[in-house]
């Protein structure tokens, strides 16, 4: 009998689970994604796309043309998960029963007074605003917990690139990185200072006022710009606030990706309540992997898998140059800056799709490994 497996969210994560698990298992199982969008949207190249890098048009691509064949697709959204009976049920009243659950539905961004930066509606937006900029002042920043930590910093060093007589500030309501991300924020925050990019660590942003242009922050700064990009706080969708704790998350064994209490449950991707490594798609590819693998041993009657945080990816920083950034629970490494990492970020806007399909894992896999612990072959100043 074909065990039913249910994934809710077409996105980086559940799509790469989908696929993995097609090509693993076949007609062994019953694969059904629910998701409510027609695209797939490449969330780190809305960068490239807001400051005029990349087409719309290269970060979007229909979910369809991404997803195995064998794959059933429901265009619809979940609004209530019961683990207890076996089941979701979805905004069109449909009952979809499960054997395995995969969560992957992403965050939602907070309304705010400025549009962040996750979305194609927000980046067409912020597009057109940057393309008609011509004034002297931008600030970047953020409130909290954010989807990829290092995206502020790129945007500060592309927009120092493109605006080189303007005054940038950036809003780091971090006072100090956590342990683990020091080796990135070593690296981010020197090029900052190489570039004459200010960055106020440990300020948190209280108001935005549109009108006057002005952000204060809690420690009663005030900061006027004619530029802002301000990157609202996230959090889990009401459909599964039966599911998050206390963080606001849905919690995780970090090694199983299991929702807590639930042996048939996963949870990957920033839905999750692991904050270190930080939430970005790296980790959510690799959390994906696991996941598909978990339930293919599972199935398969093999062993129990761990997974160990891994996640990688390059960094923009700026005039040609990049860094790489290796973390897992336990350590992390940030090369550059180099202009292979560069080019290494802008590849994956291309290479991302591929990923998807698993083309790739193959070579990721390889690059994981080396950077996770082999010495470092790449010259870096």
Request: hydrophobic share 40%.
């Amino acid at each position: 009998m074909q065990k039913r497996v249910v994934i809710v969210g077409a996105g980086n994560a559940g799509t790469t689970v989908a696929n993995e698990l097609a090509k693993k298992l076949g007609d062994k199982v019953e694969i059904t994604v629910i998701e409510p969008s027609d695209y797939n949207l490449y969330q780190p190249g809305i960068v490239d796309f807001v400051v005029g890098h990349e087409r719309i048009e290269s970060i979007k691509r229909e979910i369809n043309n991404l997803l195995d064949k064998r794959v059933k697709i429901v265009k619809d959204r979940v609004v209530k998960v019961s683990p207890e009976n076996g089941k979701v049920v979805t905004e069109k009243g449909k009952e979809i029963e499960f054997d395995y659950l995969v969560l992957s539905p992403g965050v939602k961004n907070k309304k705010g007074a400025l549009p962040s930066w996750h979305s194609e509606e927000n980046a067409l937006k912020l597009r057109q605003i940057i393309d008609s900029f011509s004034g002297k002042k931008i600030v970047i920043g953020y409130y909290g917990i954010i989807k990829c930590p290092a995206a502020p910093f790129e945007f500060a060093f592309l927009l120092r690139q493109k605006f080189p007589e303007a005054k940038i500030t950036l809003i780091n309501p971090v006072a100090q990185p956590p342990e683990l991300q020091k080796p990135m924020a070593s690296k981010l925050a020197e090029r900052s200072k190489e570039l004459g990019i200010e960055i106020l660590r440990g300020a948190k942003i209280s108001t935005v006022n549109v009108s006057d242009k002005v952000i204060q922050t809690d420690d009663g700064q005030k900061i006027s710009y004619d530029l802002a990009l301000i990157d609202t706080p996230i959090y889990v969708a009401e459909e599964f606030s039966n599911l998050v704790d206390s963080s606001g998350f849905i919690p995780v064994d970090k090694e199983t990706l299991k929702v807590n209490d639930f042996d048939n449950i996963y949870a990957v991707g920033d839905v999750t309540n692991i904050m270190l490594p930080p939430k970005t798609g790296a980790i959510a590819h690799y959390g994906a992997i696991h996941v598909a693998h978990s339930i293919y041993n599972d199935i398969m009657g093999f062993g129990k898998i761990k997974f160990d945080g891994s996640a990688m990816c390059a960094v923009y920083g700026g005039y040609g140059n990049g860094y790489f950034i290796y973390m897992n629970y336990n350590k992390s490494r940030a090369l550059g800056p180099s202009s292979i990492f560069h080019s290494a970020k802008r590849s994956f806007t291309s290479l991302y799709w591929l990923s998807l399909k698993g083309t790739i894992d193959p070579f990721l896999e390889i690059t994981r490994k080396y950077f996770s612990g082999g010495p470092q072959l790449i010259k870096t100043r």
